[in-house]
């Protein structure tokens, strides 16, 4: 084994059927809004993708609208929705907090868990229609938020409430009205599609205005022809993931003994929000007084792949809004890395990350060592 990949929160590989399902519509020609043959066959695989999407969520497939992405799906639900406020936990992905100017922060916990006695109260000082935006699971730390409770919270106060559920689709099983949430967005390359797919779910009853207007398609929410081949992977990935949530669940050990491992190697190591329920595959740990981007040069360098910060910020490496949200003080922060394992992790590939943080952690103390012996001769 030459290389390690635990960065699957960024993106996870590509499933073999949804490889399979993009190759088959690649084959074939015909747009799908088109009435011939040709145009009939792109429709139906374009349908069969939107009715396992749903499936994944346990919604209809009327209710699934595709887009080019995740980030579009939350723009499409909190532009779209008309609500004079937006009112968004601090812990969100960044394609939430910069959708609109005005939004208001809704302040979290240690753990980054939503503070829902400080949702009530932002809703109580201002009666004009609200939206909430509150994510399923947070992306850095893997946190699962009280979404249910929330959606309670935004029923009675009139407000709709959307539910970032890119991190969390795949990974755990998914039930629109269970969660309550109005709206639920999607990506179909976190879960083992393709890049450039996603979805917007709408409950029924929720008018949304459609950001890109043109020939009406995705039942005039999205205009633009659709994508068949990358939707057909979506459906094809959405499909093999619902069937392997029982499979997903077993990542939980391989990540729990990485999590044991690092801290039997460095006991200094935080791990955030362990005592917390959080997704199976995702840990976020720091060293304090380390650099995450030197961390992380290090671990690639041992053939270890992991995250600085969230990979959405055009290769830089994030600022950690997440983990200043939390309370984190910078110099813990500054040394913080996401380890995230995915449906192709293996123990092999945990037992090769231990021997590679034994050596990152023993060339810290060494270089540490040596430090303090030139400060000393000094």
């Given at each position: 084994?030459?290389?390690?990949?635990?960065?699957?929160?960024?993106?996870?590989?590509?499933?073999?059927?949804?490889?399979?399902a993009?190759?088959?519509?690649l084959?074939?020609t015909?747009?799908?809004?088109?009435?011939h043959?040709?145009?009939?066959?792109?429709?139906?695989?374009?349908?069969?993708?939107?009715e396992?999407?749903?499936?994944?969520?346990?919604?209809?497939?009327?209710?699934?609208?595709?887009?080019?992405?995740?980030t579009?799906?939350?723009?499409?639900?909190?532009?779209?929705?008309?609500?004079?406020?937006?009112?968004?936990?601090?812990?969100?992905?960044?394609?939430?907090?910069?959708?609109?100017?005005?939004?208001?922060?809704?302040?979290?916990d240690?753990?980054?868990?939503?503070?829902?006695?400080?949702?009530?109260?932002?809703?109580?000082?201002d009666?004009?229609?609200?939206?909430?935006?509150?994510?399923?699971?947070?992306?850095?730390?893997?946190?699962?938020?009280p979404?249910?409770?929330?959606?309670h919270?935004?029923?009675?106060?009139?407000?709709?409430?959307?539910?970032?559920?890119?991190?969390?689709?795949?990974?755990?099983?998914?039930d629109?009205?269970?969660?309550?949430?109005?709206?639920?967005?999607?990506?179909?390359?976190?879960?083992?599609?393709?890049q450039?797919?996603?979805a917007?779910?709408?409950?029924?009853?929720?008018?949304?205005?459609?950001?890109?207007?043109?020939?009406?398609?995705?039942?005039?929410?999205?205009?633009?022809?659709?994508?068949v081949?990358?939707?057909?992977?979506?459906?094809?990935?959405?499909?093999a993931a619902?069937?392997?949530?029982?499979?997903?669940?077993?990542?939980?050990?391989?990540?729990?003994?990485?999590?044991?491992d690092?801290?039997?190697?460095?006991?200094?190591?935080?791990?955030?929000?362990?005592s917390?329920?959080r997704?199976?595959n995702?840990?976020?740990?720091?060293?304090?007084?380390?650099?995450?981007?030197?961390?992380?040069?290090?671990?690639?360098?041992?053939?270890?792949?992991?995250?600085?910060?969230?990979a959405?910020?055009?290769?830089?490496?994030?600022?950690?809004?997440?983990?200043?949200?939390?309370?984190?003080?910078?110099?813990?922060?500054q040394g913080?890395?996401?380890?995230?394992?995915?449906?192709t992790?293996?123990?092999?590939?945990?037992?090769?990350?231990?021997?590679?943080?034994a050596?990152?952690?023993?060339?810290?103390?060494?270089?540490?060592?040596?430090?303090?012996?030139?400060?000393?001769?000094?």
């Amino acid at each position: 084994m030459t290389a390690v990949y635990l960065d699957h929160n960024a993106t996870t590989p590509v499933r073999p059927e949804a490889v399979r399902a993009v190759a088959d519509a690649l084959a074939e020609t015909g747009n799908p809004s088109a009435t011939h043959a040709y145009g009939r066959r792109a429709r139906a695989r374009l349908e069969t993708a939107r009715e396992a999407v749903a499936e994944l969520v346990g919604a209809q497939p009327n209710q699934v609208a595709f887009t080019a992405g995740g980030t579009e799906a939350n723009a499409l639900a909190l532009l779209g929705s008309g609500r004079a406020r937006l009112l968004v936990s601090a812990v969100e992905h960044e394609s939430v907090l910069k959708a609109r100017p005005d939004a208001e922060i809704v302040p979290v916990d240690g753990d980054g868990v939503i503070d829902l006695d400080a949702l009530k109260r932002m809703l109580a000082t201002d009666r004009r229609p609200a939206q909430i935006a509150l994510m399923l699971a947070n992306n850095i730390t893997g946190v699962i938020q009280p979404l249910a409770e929330a959606a309670h919270i935004a029923k009675q106060a009139g407000a709709l409430l959307h539910c970032d559920a890119i991190q969390a689709a795949g990974k755990i099983a998914l039930d629109l009205k269970a969660l309550g949430a109005d709206t639920l967005a999607l990506s179909a390359h976190k879960l083992g599609g393709p890049q450039g797919a996603g979805a917007l779910i709408v409950a029924e009853g929720v008018a949304l205005a459609p950001q890109i207007r043109g020939g009406g398609q995705e039942s005039n929410l999205r205009s633009g022809t659709e994508p068949v081949p990358a939707l057909a992977g979506f459906g094809a990935a959405a499909k093999a993931a619902r069937q392997g949530l029982a499979r997903f669940a077993e990542i939980e050990p391989l990540r729990d003994r990485m999590e044991a491992d690092i801290q039997a190697l460095s006991p200094q190591t935080v791990i955030f929000a362990q005592s917390r329920p959080r997704l199976p595959n995702t840990s976020a740990i720091a060293l304090k007084g380390e650099r995450n981007d030197q961390l992380a040069m290090r671990l690639d360098l041992a053939g270890v792949m992991v995250s600085a910060g969230a990979a959405c910020a055009a290769g830089k490496i994030a600022k950690g809004h997440v983990l200043a949200a939390m309370g984190v003080e910078p110099e813990l922060a500054q040394g913080s890395l996401r380890l995230t394992l995915g449906w192709t992790t293996t123990l092999a590939e945990i037992e090769f990350f231990r021997n590679a943080w034994a050596d990152l952690i023993s060339g810290l103390a060494n270089r540490h060592s040596s430090t303090k012996i030139d400060a000393d001769a000094a």
